[in-house]
């Protein structure tokens, strides 16, 4: 089974609020991977040459290219799942080619649809959550966040996990990074909204988070299944964080997926080697066409590649996978594109572009990426948010 990717930010009506607070972050991961939100009832919903559209008397959350979960209508071709394809202020459409013409009867409810994952062990520790994708083709590995601190949430993961606190097979591990990794909320201890996106399908996310006020500068994070090379990967599993507080740094953050490296900084595990012996091991990310004379540096910036965007040959976006290193390549990070060009201010985050050649057809959403803290290097990642992650 497979599911379209979803998409989330703060920006939306109804989406929870991330600050430097205890549990905001967990807020924020069970609203976009378990439960949705934005609920509201239709006024009224109509159906005419296979396009429906629903009207609201209060307004709703949704954008172009969205994912709603309509409930309550009778009849076929309305409810479950519908990516949106137009917005106004009081109304949205979406296709419904099995649906009949005419107004749509019943109670009619919509809310942004969840990613498709569940809450294990709910209830048993406060500002604590432990999240599994339910896609039966997923690797079930769980990812821990304990969102008990104010500017950061420790995150790792496990391969299966009795109870919220007691786990086997950690990733990383307490060697490789005491305490798990950091997933950045804000600079300060305040409750100070800041700007976040979610990106996800039913077996990976990515959060990009702003901690620093007024900045379009992103660290982008992962936790899930990787598109292995290896048919059947049981323990293609990855999490990425910082491996200390970065808040406030001015260097590339080292869990970021924006930033490519061929030095062994750390900032992302995997839960197991290829061979599906031992325990999590340290991965490198490295991004197609990254030979640049840096070796350490964010997609979209000069000395990663080569040329400026446009490319001079067919006025294009220039972009490749980002691959994962661990004793071999494993595999590439799902629906991430590293631009092999040098972006400057191009885009900034939440802007699109429309893909072309494999991509045709597909939407890809940008995210400014860099350290926190003015001064350092902001660079440009895309996420294909235009259809369904191969793996």
Same mark, same amino acid.
């Given at each position: 089974m497979t599911t379209p990717v979803k998409v989330f930010d703060s920006a939306q009506t109804g989406a929870p609020v991330l600050s430097g607070t205890p549990g905001a972050l967990r807020a924020v991961l069970k609203a976009c991977l378990v439960d949705g939100y934005g609920a509201g009832a239709?006024?009224?919903?109509?159906?005419?040459?296979?396009?429906?559209?629903?009207?609201?008397?209060?307004?709703?959350?949704?954008?172009?290219?969205?994912?709603?979960?309509?409930?309550? $209508?009778?009849?076929?071709?309305?409810?479950? !799942? +519908?990516?949106? %394809?137009?917005? =106004? @202020? &009081?109304?949205?459409?979406?296709?419904?080619?099995?649906?009949?013409a005419g107004a749509a009867a019943g109670s009619i409810t919509s809310r942004m649809a969840a990613a498709g994952w569940q809450e294990l062990f709910a209830g048993q520790a406060d500002n604590v959550i432990a999240l599994r994708p339910q896609a039966v083709e997923a690797t079930g590995c769980v990812l821990r966040v304990d969102d008990t601190g104010a500017t950061n949430?420790?995150?790792?993961?496990?391969?299966?996990?009795?109870?919220?606190?007691?786990?086997?097979?950690?990733?990383?591990?307490?060697?490789?990074?005491?305490?798990?990794?950091?997933?950045?909320?804000?600079?300060?201890?305040?409750?100070?909204?800041?700007?976040?996106?979610?990106?996800?399908?039913?077996?990976?996310?990515?959060? $990009?988070?702003?901690?620093?006020?007024?900045? !379009? +500068?992103?660290? %982008?994070?992962? =936790? @899930? &299944?990787?598109?292995?090379?290896?048919?059947?990967d049981t323990y293609g599993w990855l999490v990425t964080g910082n491996q200390s507080d970065q808040v406030a740094s001015t260097t590339p953050p080292d869990g970021c997926c924006g930033y490519s490296h061929r030095n062994a900084r750390g900032g992302a595990y995997l839960a197991r080697a290829h061979t599906g012996i031992g325990q999590a091991i340290p991965v490198?990310?490295?991004?197609?066409?990254?030979?640049?004379?840096?070796?350490?540096?964010?997609?979209?910036l000069p000395g990663y590649a080569w040329g400026t965007y446009p490319n001079?040959?067919?006025?294009?976006?220039?972009?490749?996978?980002?691959?994962?290193?661990?004793?071999?390549?494993?595999?590439?990070?799902?629906?991430?594109?590293?631009p092999i060009q040098d972006m400057a201010a191009a885009f900034a985050t939440g802007g699109t572009v429309t893909g072309t050649g494999d991509y045709a057809g597909r939407t890809l959403l940008a995210v400014r990426v860099g350290a926190p803290a003015p001064g350092g290097d902001v660079g440009t990642v895309f996420v294909d948010v235009g259809g369904i992650w191969s793996r």
């Open positions: 239709v006024a009224s919903l109509t159906v005419t040459a296979g396009v429906a559209t629903a009207t609201y008397a209060s307004g709703h959350p949704y954008r172009v290219g969205s994912v709603a979960l309509f409930a309550g $209508a009778t009849g076929d071709g309305i409810n479950g !799942d +519908r990516r949106i %394809l137009t917005i =106004a @202020g &009081d109304r949205v459409t979406f296709a419904a080619p099995d649906a009949a949430a420790r995150v790792r993961g496990y391969e299966s996990m009795s109870d919220i606190t007691t786990g086997q097979g950690v990733i990383p591990l307490a060697s490789q990074v005491a305490g798990g990794l950091y997933w950045p909320k804000s600079g300060v201890a305040s409750a100070a909204a800041r700007p976040w996106w979610l990106i996800a399908d039913e077996r990976g996310c990515y959060l $990009a988070v702003a901690p620093q006020p007024g900045y !379009d +500068r992103y660290t %982008l994070l992962y =936790a @899930g &299944d990787i598109a292995s090379y290896k048919s059947g490198q990310r490295i991004g197609a066409h990254h030979t640049g004379v840096v070796a350490d540096l964010y997609a979209g001079g040959a067919n006025n294009g976006l220039m972009t490749g996978a980002v691959e994962i290193n661990g004793l071999g390549l494993r595999g590439t990070l799902p629906g991430l594109l590293h």
